[in-house]
């Protein structure tokens, strides 16, 4: 099947960020994938709570959602939108950071919180507190399509293998992995974390990315990757932002699977 990687460079200004969107998936879809996979965030990059409080809604009012799905409809593809910012029904008002699959009927068929909150300092210039603004999910999801079974994440979960373990175990084959990695853990960390995961599970990962400046304080790393069963990079998404195209085959994960059967070596042990 071919699958379609949107990388973009969404900011403050959701509705260009729609526009973007919308146009990045007819390319697709024209290039003939039928399932395309957007970023982290794809409707708003920002860190500014005054901005988020004024474009980000709850699910059942987000017009960027309902938006994305009619185009999923119109063109007759699956789409993961990698995530959104979503206000939540919270007390202490928090968004979720939460991932949709959508199917060629417009309807979603599962979601996703992002679990692991990105809470770092990189160094003396570069910190994050995702969990300041975003409440942590507390569900794996193994989605279901005609196609496949898909094992939803979002960026900083990549390095938390047991996660994707456990969905390969429970019959993933394609995992997906939406992302807005910095440029200091990219060029450090990115593909080589890609690369891991699809080689200890033996299932194809799809991680599209935010590039560029998407803000005056916030730039992202680009390189949306496809990765094999076996570990080899099918495509590089570069620096800019466009859409990838790559025809994947399924049975690639029966083939590294038979040859390395590491999913069903596991052993109990003591210790430490």
């Given at each position: 099947?071919?699958?379609?990687?949107?990388?973009?460079?969404s900011g403050e200004d959701m509705g260009a960020n729609l526009t973007s969107t919308r146009n990045a998936l007819r390319a697709a879809a024209a290039g003939g994938a039928g399932f395309v996979l957007t970023p982290e965030?794809?409707?708003?990059?920002s860190s500014s709570r005054r901005t988020q409080e004024a474009q980000i809604s709850h699910e059942e009012d987000c017009a960027f959602l309902r938006e994305i799905q009619e185009e999923a409809r119109a063109l007759g593809i699956w789409v993961l939108l990698g995530s959104l910012a979503v206000?939540?029904?919270?007390?202490?008002?928090?968004?979720?950071?939460?991932?949709?699959?959508i199917s060629p009927l417009g309807q979603i068929t599962a979601r996703y919180d992002k679990i692991h909150m990105f809470d770092v300092e990189i160094n003396a210039?570069?910190?994050?507190?995702e969990s300041a603004h975003y409440r942590p999910g507390e569900q794996a999801v193994l989605a279901e399509t005609d196609f496949a079974r898909i094992g939803m994440t979002i960026c900083y979960d990549i390095r938390f293998p047991h996660l994707y373990r456990q969905l390969a175990q429970n019959g993933a084959e394609i995992l997906t992995v939406p992302a807005a990695f910095s440029p200091v853990t990219g060029a450090a960390h990115w593909e080589t974390l890609l690369r891991a995961r699809a080689i200890e599970t033996g299932c194809f990962v799809l991680a599209p990315a935010q590039c560029g400046q998407n803000t005056e304080k916030r730039a992202t790393f680009g390189?949306?990757?496809?990765?094999?069963?076996w570990g080899e990079i099918l495509a590089d998404g570069g620096k800019k932002p466009g859409v990838t195209l790559v025809d994947i085959d399924l049975d690639e994960v029966k083939r590294a699977r038979a040859r390395v059967p590491s999913l069903t070596h596991d052993r109990k042990y003591e210790g430490p």
């Open positions: 099947m071919k699958i379609g990687l949107v990388q973009m460079t965030v794809t409707n708003l990059l206000k939540t029904h919270d007390p202490d008002g928090r968004f979720a950071n939460r991932s949709f699959l210039q570069e910190s994050y507190r390189h949306s990757l496809v990765v094999a069963p």
